[in-house]
Antibody, heavy 122, light 107 residues
Framework: QVQLVESGGGVVQPGRSLRLSCAASGFSFATYGMHWVRQAPGQGLDWVAL????????YYADSVKGRFTISRDNSKNTLYLQMNSLRAEDTAVYYC???????????????WGQGTLVTVSS | DIQMTQFSSSLSASVGDRVTISCRASQNISIYLNWYQHKPGQAPRLLICKASRLQGGVPPRFSGSGSETGFSLTISNLQPEDSATYYCQQSYSTPYTFGQGTHLEIK
């Protein structure tokens, strides 16, 4: 079955960096686009970034553009989110999400990890 | 960016009722609208993609409809386990924005 396991969260000071990882299993990782979605405490879901199956195209929310970088290593079945210049408002649970594909699922998020908590605080 | 609006932030209904949750897009998104269910402490779950396509394993009590700018999620014969927050999301163009969420309470 599809499994997505995030790691790398923790407490970090404002202005510092953190890298999240998502280990994927149970499907052909190299053939699926992948997203990061976050949820700040007491808030709703917030789409962060998308990478195509081969990493050739990447898209970002305006709030993270220029600070966050999504990447993947298909040889390791792993998705990453490099977060630089972190701010207090980046505090959230970060979810790794598999893209359903355009034709069938219209680029919806059909499988989600359990999330990893990032807290930005001094 | 496309703005997604869910008009109700919370709803309350009884077991066996039918409820409808609405979602509006700020521009035409065709049928690229998804619905998710999110319970505290759990990962969000995709219920419906492309406005009306039910995901495998989702009870047929859940249904979606709409196109262009107006969409709805209907839950028939409400069950206690349907207590959750429901989010719409457009996947027509990036950034793939979510609505604010509708919290459904089962009385």
């Amino acid at each position: 079955q599809v499994q997505l396991v995030e790691s790398g969260g923790g407490v970090v000071q404002p202005g510092r960096s953190l890298r999240l990882s998502c280990a994927a299993s149970g499907f052909s990782f190299a053939t699926y686009g992948m997203h990061w979605v976050r949820q700040a405490p007491g808030q709703g879901l917030d789409w962060v970034a998308l990478t195509w199956y081969d990493g050739s195209h990447k898209y970002y929310a305006d709030s993270v553009k220029g600070r966050f970088t999504i990447s993947r290593d298909n040889s390791k079945n792993t998705l990453y989110l490099q977060m630089n210049s972190l701010r207090a408002e980046d505090t959230a649970v970060y979810y790794c999400v598999r893209d359903s594909g355009y034709d069938y699922g219209g680029n919806s998020g059909d499988h989600w990890g359990q999330g990893t908590l990032v807290t930005v605080s001094s | 960016d496309i703005q997604m609006t869910q008009f109700s932030s919370s709803l309350s209904a009884s077991v066996g009722d039918r409820v409808t949750i609405s979602c509006r897009a700020s521009q035409n998104i065709s049928i690229y609208l998804n619905w998710y269910q999110h319970k505290p402490g759990q990962a969000p779950r995709l219920l419906i993609c492309k406005a009306s396509r039910l995901q495998g394993g989702v009870p047929p009590r859940f249904s979606g409809s709409g196109s262009e700018t107006g969409f709805s999620l209907t839950i028939s014969n409400l069950q206690p386990e349907d207590s959750a927050t429901y989010y719409c999301q457009q996947s027509y163009s990036t950034p793939y924005t979510f609505g604010q969420g509708t919290h459904l309470e089962i009385k």
